[in-house]
């Protein structure tokens, strides 16, 4: 009995403690002490394996085979699991909350080198989006941009701030269609975090300045909502809720694996 409970829980904790140190704040503060752990962690399994090898011929040697195999699949699943969980919830969630968020920002009088480091935007009160001067990049996906605009303001001469949106245009005609472009309410504007596809939207606003004979010489990029700070704290909600279903599924299948383990070897 305490040879199947180890079999349960020992590669379960291990799946647990290297998804989080892939995950989390651990590593946002340092990822190269984060990832030493993370190697650390396979100490335990190759120890396993070594007690295999020793007990080999033995009756003992199939579940600590079991152990050893298991114990290498759950750290290796953790180790990709935790660094997409990063990647996609929880980096952006840290990365936009180091950042700082500017009010009542007229976008005919600020530039985008003024606001480097904005990670939300409010936009002055009659702020909107130009969608008769929006642009659609294709590259496999299309590319959408649209201009931000100061409502108070008909002669804006540089053009820095743009709404973004994947797959929401046809990027033939101006109809942009990303977020809350329809919701008279939005004037927020969240950062794009997304390196990978930052140099596409770029290409967007160079597109449309050269179509609409715009200026924006530092485009910054952005999603338009009314309630970023929801989409902010969604990321973090996912990041933890995807750690725990994981916890959760991975806890299931070794269990089912120890079940299955334990009957195979019981009819031999």
């Known amino acids: 009995m305490p040879v199947l409970i180890g079999c349960v829980f020992v590669p379960w904790l291990l799946f647990a403690a290297t998804f989080w140190l892939r995950s989390f704040e651990f590593r946002r503060d340092s990822e190269s002490s984060a990832n030493v752990l993370c190697y650390c962690l396979l100490i335990p399994v190759l120890a396993f394996a070594w007690m295999t090898h020793n007990m ?3 009756a003992d040697s199939r579940p600590m085979a079991f152990l050893t195999a298991t114990s290498l699949l759950a750290w290796i699943l953790a180790f990709f699991g935790g660094d997409w969980n990063y990647q996609s919830f929880m980096r952006p969630f840290y990365d936009i909350s180091n950042l700082n968020t500017y009010p009542n920002v007229d976008p005919s009088r600020y530039v985008g080198t003024q606001l ?7 936009f002055s009160k009659g702020s909107m989006l130009r969608l008769e001067k929006s642009m659609g990049f294709k590259n496999e996906e299309v590319y959408c941009v649209a201009p931000i605009v100061s409502g108070a303001s008909s ?3 540089t053009y820095d701030f743009w709404a973004v949106g994947v797959n929401c245009c046809s990027g033939h005609t101006p109809d942009f269609k990303c977020g809350e472009y329809s919701n008279p309410s939005a004037r927020w504007g969240l950062r794009l975090m997304d390196e990978s596809r930052r140099d596409m939207f770029r290409l967007a606003v160079k597109q449309a300045e050269a179509a609409y004979n715009l200026n924006a010489p530092n485009p910054v990029l952005m999603y338009w909502l009314s309630d970023p700070t929801a989409e902010v704290n969604a990321y973090q909600d996912d990041g933890n809720s995807y750690f725990f279903m994981f916890l959760f599924a991975y806890f299931s299948a070794q269990f089912v694996l120890v079940v299955c383990a334990t009957g ?5």
Do not use: E
């Open 56 to 58: 080999a011929g033995s």
């Open 116 to 122: 480097m480091d904005a990670a939300m935007i409010q």
């Open 155 to 157: 002669n804006q001469t």
């Open 264 to 268: 195979i070897y019981a009819n031999k």
